[in-house]
């Protein structure tokens, strides 16, 4: 095994095999030595406990305003840590995490909270779509192994028009009629987002400036081709193994495609993976000339010279699909193909991380102090405001506990205990009142972490924590089980496990995380994004 702590960092755009690439990464922890110490795995346990407040102080607001059954925020976005997320620009130190919010005959919005970056270790894998030069450069992530997805920029745009988001998900989850054809959804939203060039450009815009960014720096990441790990995954699966210095068995590779190969992979965000895609080339079946031209004016072949992959083709315009045939005439007519009959559905899914849209006419605002209300078409402008400030003062409120604990020190025992009890004794009337039992409990199973880490330590000090294992739930046919700070997610096929008696290091199909939640994640494979 690595003797060297590993810790995995993904950047990549969306749709380029990123969820992909993190999800094949997450499977290479067993490996070797987890990351972090007691520090992170307290913060992981205040984050676990104490991030749903955020979304609580959010939810109140527009329950004041009577509005419950028809708000839109998908579970991933309820989680503190997650939605598409990147460091801060604007405040060294910290994350920003991108929220997707709607209602039903209202509009939606996008909420940047922000929280201090350390948060981003609660996942075992840090990941973010964007701003891959401040990654490789900063000085945090220095000892991290970086990782790239990367696909042939035309995939990408055409993956792009067709990707139906996680508000729109949950939309369609439950206020679409059961049966209602996924796909025809997906194409008639394609077809207005193929028509009307100015939306695309936006798409175009946005993957240019990623990959002229990207290129300058790509010799500091491990690069993943999404079209290698469709086309060959096991040998790829070894090689970005063998890369970050992960012993990784060709039966092992082959287990963790197994739970990859084309499935959704993205959590509560059920319509991420479109159902018989995912195929190289199959782009060449929807989008058209006008656009390929548009991406060449854009600088793109270079790169994707750079990458391996073909110059862009001029297609056979007799041999178009009957899509294509659509989206032609209407382009040649100058027409933009009519927006979808359900307006929420059609506002829902206007793409908010991956597009330039300052060709649109959305309400756009400064930063407070820890928020940002970034894009709105949300018609109801008090009720936005206040559903803003509720997301703010939660913010500060949090941030003020995290910033405290950030700033303590744990190496030892003592030194750790009275940290802890000044701590939560200092944000009693702030976090506290609100928390109520959630935050002494939270306390109490810190105290136990403390005390069983440096028990641990003077015992079996390669392992970390004592105490016996607990069965935390089944998921599937794995167990999850809690022991020694860590959760294993154990398959049924294994038989009876003894943690405290084993070493289940590199057993087919274990998997292993300070977190539940990306345990959870890898058994059933899904992300926050």
Not at 424 to 447: I, K, N, T
Not at 481 to 491: D, H, M, T
């Amino acid at each position: 095994m690595n003797s060297k702590a590993f810790k995995p960092l993904v950047v990549g755009p969306p749709r380029s095999g990123f969820a992909l690439l993190c999800s094949a990464v997450i499977h290479f922890v067993p490996f070797a030595p987890e990351k972090g110490g007691l520090k992170q795995k307290l913060l992981n346990l205040f984050v676990d406990r104490f991030g749903p407040f955020i979304s609580e102080h959010i939810e109140r607001a527009f329950t004041r305003r009577g509005i419950s059954k028809d708000l839109i925020y998908n579970p991933n976005f309820r989680l503190m840590v997650g939605g598409p997320k990147w460091l801060s620009r604007h405040r060294p130190g910290f994350a920003c995490f991108r929220k997707y919010l709607g209602v039903r005959g209202l509009g939606d919005f996008t909420l940047i909270t922000s929280h201090p970056q350390d948060v981003l270790d609660t996942y075992e894998v840090v990941h973010s779509h964007q701003d891959p030069a401040l990654w490789a450069d900063h000085p945090d992530y220095a000892d991290y192994t970086r990782f790239a997805s990367i696909r042939n920029p035309v995939g990408i745009l055409n993956s792009s028009v067709f990707s139906i988001n996680a508000l729109t998900s949950e939309y369609i989850q439950r206020f679409v009629p059961a049966g209602e054809d996924e796909e025809r959804i997906r194409q008639e939203l394609a077809l207005y987002k193929f028509t009307d060039l100015t939306f695309f450009e936006g798409l175009v815009r946005f993957l240019a400036d990623y990959f002229k960014e990207f290129m300058a720096c790509k010799d500091r990441f491990i690069l993943l081709r999404w079209e290698d790990l469709i086309g060959n995954p096991i040998p790829t699966l070894q090689h970005l193994a063998q890369a970050a210095d992960i012993p990784l068995p060709p039966e092992y590779a082959a287990q963790i495609w197994k739970k990859l190969d084309h499935v959704n992979l993205t959590g509560h965000h059920l319509h991420n993976y479109r159902k018989g895609k995912g195929k190289v080339g199959d782009w060449k079946n929807w989008i058209t000339n006008e656009h390929l031209d548009m991406i060449r004016g854009y600088g793109f072949e270079p790169y994707m010279k750079e990458l391996g992959y073909d110059p862009i083709p001029t297609l056979d315009e007799k041999a178009y699909t009957p899509f294509q045939q659509k989206v032609s005439q209407c382009l040649k007519r100058g027409e933009i193909y009519p927006e979808y009959p359900d307006a929420d559905l059609f506002n829902f899914a206007f793409n908010k991380s991956n597009l330039v849209s300052d060709k649109f006419p959305f309400k756009r605002f400064d930063w407070k102090e820890w928020t940002q209300l970034e894009r709105s078409s949300f018609k109801d402008d008090r009720l936005e405001q206040e559903v803003w400030q509720a997301a703010e003062e939660a913010t500060g409120t949090l941030n003020a506990f995290f910033l405290d604990f950030l700033q303590g020190e744990y190496e030892r025992n003592e030194t750790a205990r009275n940290h802890l009890d000044r701590l939560f004794q200092a944000h009693e009337r702030g976090l506290g009142s609100f928390l109520g039992p959630v935050y002494w409990d939270a306390s109490a199973r810190a105290r136990d972490m403390i005390s069983g880490f440096f028990q641990s330590e003077r015992e079996t000090p390669e392992k970390g924590f004592g105490a016996d294992p607990v069965l935390v739930k089944t998921l599937a046919d794995y167990n999850i089980v809690f022991y020694r700070g860590k959760y294993y997610g154990l398959p049924h096929g294994l038989g009876e496990v003894r943690l405290e008696r084993e070493d289940v290091t590199g057993r087919p199909g274990v998997v292993q995380s300070s977190s539940p939640q990306e345990v959870t994640a890898s058994i059933s494979p899904g992300s926050s994004e």
